[in-house]
């Protein structure tokens, strides 16, 4: 077959592979690659058992895979055919040397550059779907630009916004796409060649082009916004635990006034994800580094009020259970860091999980898609961890349960069942303010929800 634009996509993780799936559903013309160095995804993305989950993923794989979407660990080849190069390889907060716990680790992307010129025979266009700091494009052209047959590399930022749970949804009906290039020729016609991709199913007013280092910036910038947006609530829910006012009544009355919208204001346990913390450090870190101090730290408070969130809500729960959870069995429902995904990078529900652990509780662990990896997180330490998929086994003798995770399925469990087979006094800690908690009370339970007044029995 002959395909129109030969595209490649470097880094078969959660943004590259549902973000390549979707355009090869949408662009059938196009040959579209996807590579990575780990060859167990490779072999997991060509298998039944795709590595990750996102809802419709299987689907639109399972429509496009060997048609016009292919994954493959052959990275020499792909980079040679491909005119198009998409990087989403990881970018994680540096754990070493300069900058370590704030700066990304770009070590993978300044790797994929290398290899993008050794393997080139001619000009490309490179988009960067990774999310970079600043002016890192700057320093991508510089490696770029050394390339030993003088080939001219062209590159876009074309930053993902996708939420995990929702990243099929996001992807095909985008609020925006945003293509950040050099105003010169060359720029203006490669961030074209980027826009007709999207054009096949965004409408254009949506297609946004910048410049390159707006594009760049607003990346952080959004995310750091949305972040501030959950600190801003959970601030105000700490408060409210102290004044018996109800955060989502607060939250209700605020998120109507239409400057400020009602989406994003839900408090918990804290925000986690891959992406929220790395990127706020990664702009306060940009900002120190140019000396605007006050920035940075005004930033900064947004990371401190979700590290202080998560602490607070662990104390809450030992305070109230007597101040000790030595051997309490304690069910914690859910671990990913949201619900409707398996991923627990940076979840609160990890935090809890450790914490309790040092408190010597026992824990059972219930979430529908991210027990594997809560394996992982807790290897090592979960001598006393069961992991158990059904909530109601899992809540079995146990002393209190902790809902980590807004799973929809916690909230339509049987709790008059669940409550008689639980140890007395039980508790109830709704770290996401999903459950009805009048019933809870009127069941038995001593309910402890976020930013309202806490419902108990003594
Ligand atoms: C990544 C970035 O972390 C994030 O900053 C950006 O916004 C989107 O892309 P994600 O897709 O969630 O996020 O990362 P991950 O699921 O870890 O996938 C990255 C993939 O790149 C991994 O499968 C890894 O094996 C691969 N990789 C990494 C390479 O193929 N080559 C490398 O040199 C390094
Ligand atoms: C985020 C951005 O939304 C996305 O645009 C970007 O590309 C990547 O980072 P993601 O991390 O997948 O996406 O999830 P998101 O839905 O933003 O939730 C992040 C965290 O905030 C989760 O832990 C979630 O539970 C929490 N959250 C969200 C709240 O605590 N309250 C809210 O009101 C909303």
Redesign the pocket.
Known sequence: MNFGKNILCIGAGYVGGPTMAVIAMKCPEYKITVVDTNEDRIKAWNSNHLPIFEPRLEEIVGQTRGVNLFFSTDIKNSIKEAEIIFVSVNTPTKTFGYGAGMASDLQYWEKTAYQIIENSEDPKIIVEKSTLPVKKAQAMERILKESKNHLHFEVISNP??????SAIR?LIEPDRVLIGSHQTESGLKAAIEIVDIYAHWVPREKIITTNLWSSELS?LV??AF??Q??SS??SVSALCEKTEADVSEIAYAVGTDSRIGS??????L???????KKDILNLVYIARNYGLTEVADYWEMVIKINEYQQERFVRNIIKAMFNTVVDKKIAIFGFA??AN?GDTRE??GKYVAKKLLEERAILSITDSQALDNARLDLAGMDGNVIYETDPFKAAIDASAIVVVT?WEIFKYLDYERIFEKMKKPAFIFDGRNILNHQQLFKIGFNVYPIGKPSLTHF
């Not at 989406?263 to 918990?268: R, V, Y």
């Not at 804290?270 to 929220?276: A, N, Q």
């Open positions: 993902e916004f996708l939420a995990e749970g996001d990346k959004a995310n949305l972040a947006r959950i609530i959970n989406k994003f204001l839900n408090a918990s804290g925000f986690g994800g891959s992406c929220f860091f949201k995904t979840s609160p807004e």
